[in-house]
């Protein structure tokens, strides 16, 4: 081979090896510029065959041309190495931040958003809302509320004991103990809502669940009367089913409210226009919605609140019921059954 031959082989294989845009062009270039086939392995390979003062020459100047090319090789090597682990870099990227659609987000339980409703509209009028243990004491879920062991409105109240027998204590069968509660611990004026879980052994149907929720509502003060509670009930029910939707009480019995009423809600849909043909109030354009009264002045007393100077009223009210009014639901355990579709459609309204 040439000089010129040999330098030219050398100039291709350094140019190859600078346009390598990537490892894998570059590997082509080595095989192709520095493999056993190559040009200069070729020349390299002929020195052996030369003369002896021709081999010095020829051998330094092959050597040193593949000397450079195998040096350029190495160098380019390395650049391209290190820019492919940097666009390994950018382009694997996880962002561990980035907000994640895979799992469907749950809501917030139609019953635990409607109740908060329902407390926000007695807030709003400046009530508090009261709790109270679901486990409670048989004297506060019946004897504090005019309802003694021998009371017949006992059984009226299908009611959970807790073992052992005789032990007094009771899964409450209704959110009224809170008003007993909250009379023994504070002074009036009161005026407080309590919204809770009440339990009765009842069977689990459509309609009927062994746990459901309830509604209370209780006001003492100076010069309370059954107008302030039908007034109260009244603004209660437009500002869950709107404009027009009012109240009507029926005469009732509760031993801890005398006088006592039934509370029904004016029907929403037909709104006791079209009656007849309604299939929500079938006919009645009311629907019934609960229990209430002025509070009994014995329970007031049981309870440390002077009925002389004190009167008060009382209500309760279903909330699951309420809700599936306001839903349209036909079956209460569509409330009771986690299902995520249920729970996202009615949850998050409201
Ligand atoms: N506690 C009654 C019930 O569960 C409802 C009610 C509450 C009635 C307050 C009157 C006053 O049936």
Request: proline share 9%; with cysteine.
């Given at each position: 081979m040439q000089p010129e031959e040999v330098d030219a082989a050398r100039d291709a294989a350094l140019a190859a090896i600078a346009a390598a845009s990537d490892l894998e062009d570059l590997k082509r270039v080595r095989t192709e510029h520095a493999g056993d086939r190559s040009p200069l392995a070729l020349a390299n390979r002929e020195i052996g065959a030369l003369p002896p003062q021709a081999r010095k020459e020829a051998g330094q100047r092959v050597g040193q041309a593949r000397g450079a090319v195998n040096q350029a090789l190495a160098a380019r090597q390395e650049v391209l190495e290190a820019e492919h682990e940097e666009r390994i870099l950018v382009e694997e990227t996880v962002d561990v931040t980035l907000p994640t659609d895979r799992r469907p987000a749950g809501a917030r339980h139609p019953i635990t958003t409607g109740s908060e409703l329902i407390a926000d509209i007695f807030?709003?009028?400046?009530?508090?809302?009261?709790?109270?243990?679901?486990?409670?004491?048989?004297?506060?879920?019946?004897?504090?509320?005019?309802?003694?062991?021998?009371?017949?409105?006992?059984?009226?109240?299908?009611?959970?004991?807790?073992?052992?027998?005789?032990?007094?204590?009771?899964?409450?069968?209704?959110?009224?103990?809170?008003?007993?509660?909250?009379?023994?611990?504070?002074?009036?004026?009161?005026?407080?809502?309590?919204?809770?879980?009440?339990?009765?052994?009842?069977?689990?149907?459509?309609?009927?669940?062994?746990?459901f929720h309830q509604v209370e509502g209780l006001a003492i003060d100076e010069g309370i009367s059954m107008a302030h509670l039908k007034g109260t009930l009244d603004h209660?029910?437009?500002?869950?089913?709107?404009?027009?939707?009012?109240?009507?009480?029926?005469?009732?019995?509760?031993?801890?409210?005398?006088?006592?009423?039934?509370?029904?809600?004016?029907?929403?849909?037909?709104?006791?226009v079209d009656a007849a043909s309604c299939r929500t109030c079938r006919g009645e354009g009311w629907i019934e919605w609960g229990g209430c009264g002025v509070v009994n002045p014995r329970v007031l007393t049981a309870c440390g609140v002077d009925p002389e100077r004190y009167t008060g009223f009382a209500f309760g009210m279903g909330i699951d019921r309420t809700l599936m009014f306001r839903h349209g639901l036909s079956d209460l355990r569509a409330l009771f059954e986690g299902d995520i579709r249920f729970t996202t459609a009615f949850g998050s309204e409201l």
């Open positions: 807030v709003a009028m400046g009530w508090e809302v009261a709790e109270g243990p679901v486990i409670e004491a048989e004297w506060l879920n019946f004897d504090a509320l005019n309802l003694g062991a021998d009371h017949p409105a006992r059984t009226m109240q299908d009611t959970f004991w807790t073992a052992p027998e005789g032990s007094g204590v009771v899964l409450r069968t209704h959110t009224s103990p809170v008003q007993a509660r909250t009379m023994l611990t504070r002074t009036p004026p009161i005026y407080v809502v309590c919204p809770g879980r009440v339990f009765r052994t009842d069977e689990y149907d459509a309609t009927h669940s062994p746990m209660f029910a437009t500002q869950l089913f709107g404009e027009g939707i009012t109240t009507r009480f029926r005469p009732s019995y509760f031993p801890f409210t005398e006088p006592s009423a039934e509370v029904d809600l004016r029907c929403f849909v037909c709104k006791g």
